[in-house]
């Protein structure tokens, strides 16, 4: 008999957690709600919120609509975003999360602070939702760097602020720390704020755990889940027999025909009924 384990950690943070109440207590008033850009990186939940009259919509959509609520989902937006909400009428629903909403806080403070002279760097994936909000605070001054091969855009012989996406891993952000200082140059000063969720990074070892010991990982993230490729990952590194999947239909039987064990987990944007479908799958596949 085989045993399939679903990690109970896995899933959602509470970031998405309250950007998905707030979605559904407006759509069962029955009136339309709009979203800007996906309310989560997975598109089966997208498409169930879909179902139930959520449209997600584009910035330049945002700029078309007038007198009609629109989502900012967990990620948060830059100061643009809310000017063309006013322009246009529209009543916005903040769900940006609240670590979001304080790191864009300080990032903008440091940048109002009025010294030109000081580079604020972004450790985090460019174009990424959660960046370009970053990166709005400082009317689009910030220089985002997505590892060490980055760090050539900084003058090293200039202040520096480095900051981090709230989803990157610690141990990236501390490597990017200790190479700013081996090339940090006299005179320059260079202060770092470890601006990562703990939610978010106290997942790592807790995957890491989870996965060790299991025949078999079936690691449940959509296609554009930042988050869930790094957590993946890690969950390979400890288990060569772990499998990203997006949904129950891309299990393949003939990773489970040995397993005695398989343990299910998934990334922050991961759904729990979505990871409840892929162990029903799996339980088809290896006990009939």
């Known amino acids: 008999m085989t045993t399939i384990e ?19 207590e407006e759509l069962a008033q029955g009136r339309p709600l709009y979203c800007l850009g996906d309310i989560v990186h997975n598109s089966a939940e997208v498409e169930r919120l879909c179902r139930n009259g959520l449209q997600t919509i584009t910035h330049d959509r945002l700029g078309e609509l007038e007198n009609v609520k629109v989502l ?20 916005i629903i903040d769900a940006t999360c609240p670590v979001v909403l304080r790191l864009q806080q300080r990032i903008k403070a440091k940048y109002d ?6 580079q604020i760097i972004i450790y985090g994936k460019a174009g990424h939702a959660e960046v370009n909000g970053l990166v709005g605070q400082t009317d689009g001054h910030a220089i985002v760097i997505e590892d060490a091969s980055g760090l050539d855009k900084i003058d090293f012989k200039r202040d520096i602020a480095l900051y981090s996406q709230t989803t990157k891993s610690l141990e990236g952000f501390r490597a990017i720390i ?37 025949d078999v990982v079936l ?8 988050n869930g490729k790094v957590l993946y990952r890690h969950c390979l590194d400890v288990n060569p027999n772990t499998y990203l999947v997006a949904d129950p239909t891309e299990i393949e039987a003939s990773w489970l025909t040995e397993a005695k064990s398989i343990g299910i987990c998934g990334a922050t944007s991961t759904p729990r009924w979505l990871m409840d479908e892929v162990a029903a799958r799996a339980n088809e596949i290896v006990n009939g």
């Not at 896995?10 to 998905?20: L, M, R, Y």
């Not at 090339?183 to 995957?207: K, M, W």
């Not at 690691?219 to 930042?226: E, M």
């Open 113 to 118: 602070s009025g010294n030109p002279d000081t």
């Open 219 to 226: 690691f449940v993230a959509g296609a554009k889940s930042s």
């Open 72 to 91: 900012l989902r967990a990620h948060g937006e830059p100061p643009s975003t809310y000017d063309t909400a006013r322009k246009r009428n529209i009543e």
């Open 178 to 214: 200790a190479e700013i200082e081996r090339r940090l140059q006299p005179g320059a000063n260079f202060e770092y704020h470890d601006t990562i969720c703990r939610q978010v990074a106290n997942r790592v070892d807790h995957l890491r755990q989870f996965s060790t010991g299991k």
């Open 6 to 24: 679903i990690d109970s950690e896995s899933g959602f943070c509470f970031g998405v957690v309250t950007a998905i109440r707030k979605a559904e």
